[in-house]
């Protein structure tokens, strides 16, 4: 008789040691699993209860589409991911790909490695300014082309900027000078919210049963930040450069 299978959660980094203890892969699901029970060294990546498939006060809604949507600096490279225990961020991630059905939820694009194309998890975020609280509000679905048009300003560290306004004109529909402007807009907004040093609300997650690692605190998130940018670029541009008192930068 076949043996049901005892699904895992295996963070990427450690998929060769889950192998090396017996762990196999299901290309289908994209998940590892243990063929049989009681093989010693996988219990520690025995899987727990899915996450549910709408977090504890999300927005569906919220953010549909793409477009230019750039993290104020005091968030810098501080993405749910940063926060969220390895195995917690598999059963998560797969909860995000699976209600999406393995499509972008921005351009419909499925995962495709010949065109080094993946399925990543982006978040959407609301700003209270009065309390400089950002909450987490929903978490969806991107393709790395889309993925890489909403963070714009990575993109134009990486060099990869008018490969960025080329997918965001192909669909969107925008025009060049729409476009333009869309970014010039987005760049505004950005700068304003960097103004602010904003207090991390991630409940829709906690609720949820997922376990987070605290995430640095604000006065450390420039220098962060700044060490990520090094890393990403070689040295840190002059646009980069903190703008005085504030520690707003000019690009994300």
Same mark, same amino acid.
């Given at each position: 008789?076949?043996?049901?299978?005892?699904?895992? &959660? !295996?963070?990427?980094?450690?998929?060769?040691?889950a192998?090396? @203890?017996?762990?196999?892969?299901?290309?289908?699901?994209?998940?590892?699993y *243990?063929? $049989?029970?009681?093989?010693?060294? %996988?219990?520690?990546?025995?899987?727990?209860?899915? !996450?549910?498939? /709408? /977090?504890?006060?999300? +927005?569906?809604?919220?953010?549909?589409?793409?477009?230019?949507?750039?993290?104020?600096? *005091?968030?810098?490279?501080?993405?749910?991911? *940063?926060?969220?225990?390895?195995? &917690?961020?598999?059963?998560?991630?797969?909860?995000?790909?699976?209600?999406?059905?393995?499509?972008?939820? @921005?351009?419909?694009?499925?995962?495709?490695?010949? =065109?080094?194309?993946r399925?990543?998890?982006?978040? $959407?975020?609301?700003? +209270?300014?009065?309390?400089? !609280?950002?909450?987490?509000?929903?978490?969806?679905?991107?393709?790395? &082309?889309?993925?890489?048009?909403?963070?714009?300003?990575?993109?134009?560290?990486?060099?990869?900027?008018?490969? @960025?306004?080329?997918? /965001?004109?192909?669909?969107?529909?925008?025009?060049?000078?729409? =476009?333009?402007?869309?970014? =010039?807009?987005?760049?505004?907004?950005?700068q304003?919210?960097? $103004?602010?040093?904003?207090?991390?609300? %991630? *409940?829709?997650?906690? +609720?949820?049963?997922?376990?987070?690692?605290?995430?640095? +605190?604000?006065?450390?998130? =420039?220098?962060?930040?700044?060490?990520?940018?090094?890393?990403?670029?070689?040295?840190?541009?002059?646009q980069?450069?903190?703008?005085?008192?504030?520690?707003?930068?000019?690009?994300?």
């Amino acid at each position: 008789m076949a043996v049901e299978r005892i699904w895992l &959660d !295996v963070p990427f980094a450690e998929k060769d040691e889950a192998k090396a @203890a017996g762990a196999r892969w299901d290309q289908a699901a994209r998940r590892w699993y *243990s063929p $049989r029970p009681g093989i010693a060294g %996988l219990g520690r990546w025995a899987a727990r209860a899915d !996450v549910p498939r /709408l /977090l504890p006060g999300e +927005d569906r809604s919220l953010g549909s589409g793409l477009f230019v949507d750039l993290v104020p600096s *005091s968030c810098w490279f501080t993405n749910v991911r *940063s926060c969220v225990a390895p195995q &917690d961020w598999d059963r998560l991630r797969r909860m995000i790909y699976a209600r999406a059905q393995n499509r972008c939820e @921005a351009c419909g694009a499925g995962q495709d490695r010949e =065109a080094q194309r993946r399925l990543e998890a982006h978040e $959407r975020w609301t700003y +209270d300014r009065a309390r400089q !609280v950002q909450t987490l509000k929903r978490l969806i679905c991107l393709c790395t &082309d889309c993925h890489t048009v909403t963070h714009f300003g990575l993109a134009q560290v990486r060099g990869l900027a008018p490969q @960025a306004r080329a997918h /965001l004109i192909k669909v969107t529909g925008l025009t060049p000078d729409q =476009a333009d402007r869309h970014i =010039a807009e987005a760049f505004e907004l950005w700068q304003a919210r960097s $103004r602010t040093t904003w207090t991390l609300d %991630l *409940s829709i997650l906690t +609720d949820a049963g997922i376990t987070l690692a605290p995430p640095p +605190d604000a006065a450390t998130r =420039a220098d962060l930040a700044r060490d990520a940018l090094r890393a990403e670029a070689g040295g840190v541009p002059r646009q980069f450069e903190c703008e005085g008192r504030t520690g707003a930068r000019r690009s994300q």
